[in-house]
């Protein structure tokens, strides 16, 4: 049974008014920011809109070699790849290519001919690395992406929304050879036949604390861009989907968020509670949240927070590590964030080998 428990502090924090500007705010046909280590949104327009997404598509297909474990493995650059239209890395049929320094070429140089390359070594085929991309999305939980292609070249069936893309973006820079690609400016390949790679990020240059992600463009998507950048505690990841002024609005954007929020410690790991458990050894436990509580706030006006705890009634046997209970992060009253609380000791239960032991004792004194 669970019991709610007012115990920390209540902070009564006046901050802006939420981030959603008005969809004119932002000249692009869809865009979303989020913090990315909480998944606050900072900023939405038209984010469900199914679009399409162009070589931002090319996220999922970097995500998915990473995720192989296959990286150091020598491609056969295969002939299907060579010539695709488009942003080229210029591959050679029958090169020889590591396939991370495929990946590089694939998000510096936006290579779709590195995209048919890999799907093909991937998966034998770009049609069955769709079907891997799909699989991928889902497990994500991106309900409004469908892939066709692994490089965004155009199919009425390839789409995306601001919202599902920005989620992307955040998922695939959780892993760290990811993150480091697509922060990369400058890569020198191996192999039979080298490249000279430039990043064609803009904001790794021009934006402090840029980290990545992807632009895209097509005729029919326009300017497309996944951007991110860090300072300090908070990483804001957002995207812009056709957008004529994609640099500058993601420059805009990123402003705003940094502008207006601020991540505020509410609980360290650090903080111990004392519980009661029934029938065991010992009357009672320590026990702590497994992370900290951090969390953008508005830097000025609007918003009330609160901690508080929800705590399972222990009866022994109770182990080190166990989950007891959750830390509970409240924004005006509604839940935002939830970190689990785990035993920092083991308690027994008593049984006869206790009773006789403290028999025992008590005889002997």
């Not at 901050?15 to 000249?27: G, S």
């Not at 029919?220 to 812009?240: I, S, Y």
């Not at 508080?308 to 509604?334: H, I, K, N, Y």
Request: glycine residues 8%.
């Amino acid at each position: 049974m669970k019991r709610l428990l007012a115990v920390l502090l209540c902070a009564f924090l006046l901050l802006p008014q939420p981030a959603k500007a008005e969809q004119t705010d932002v000249p692009a046909q869809a865009a979303y920011l989020i913090e990315a280590n909480s998944g606050r949104v900072l900023y939405a327009k038209n984010e469900t809109a199914r679009l399409p997404m162009a070589s931002t598509t090319k996220i999922m297909t970097a995500l998915l070699a990473v995720e192989s474990g296959r990286l150091t493995e020598i491609v056969t650059v295969v002939q299907e790849a060579v010539g695709t239209e488009g942003s080229s890395m210029y591959l050679r049929a029958g090169e020889k290519i590591a396939l991370s320094d495929l990946v590089y070429g694939l998000m510096l140089t936006s290579g779709n001919d590195a995209a048919v390359a890999i799907a093909c070594f991937l998966d034998g085929s770009t049609s069955a690395f769709a079907d891997h991309m799909n699989a991928r999305a889902k497990a994500l939980g991106l309900s409004d992406t469908h892939f066709v292609t692994p490089n965004g070249l155009h199919d009425p069936d390839h789409y995306t929304t601001a919202k599902d893309l920005a989620l992307l973006g955040a998922a695939a820079l959780e892993n760290p050879f990811f993150a480091e690609i697509v922060r990369t400016q400058y890569r020198r390949t191996e192999g039979t036949n080298p490249h000279t790679l430039k990043n064609k990020n803009r904001l790794l240059w021009e934006y402090e604390g840029g980290i990545g992600v992807k632009t895209g463009y097509t005729k029919t998507a326009g300017k497309c861009l996944v951007f991110a950048a860090e300072r300090g505690e908070m990483k804001l990841v957002g995207a812009v989907l056709n957008c004529p002024t994609m640099w500058n609005t993601a420059k805009s954007m990123l402003d705003a968020g940094f502008r207006d929020y601020c991540v505020k410690p509410f609980l360290t790991r650090d903080t111990l509670f004392s519980l009661p458990v029934k029938n065991g050894v010992k009357k009672g436990l320590s026990a702590a949240p497994i992370a900290d509580i951090l969390y953008p706030t508005q830097t000025d006006g609007g918003e009330t927070y609160s901690v508080e705890t929800a705590f399972d009634t222990l009866t022994a046997p109770v182990r080190t590590g166990q989950q007891v209970g959750s830390v509970l992060l409240l924004r005006d009253g509604e839940i935002v964030k939830t970190v689990p609380v785990v035993a920092c000791e083991t308690v027994d239960a008593v049984g006869f080998a206790y009773y006789l032991k403290k028999a025992v004792l008590s005889f002997l004194e």
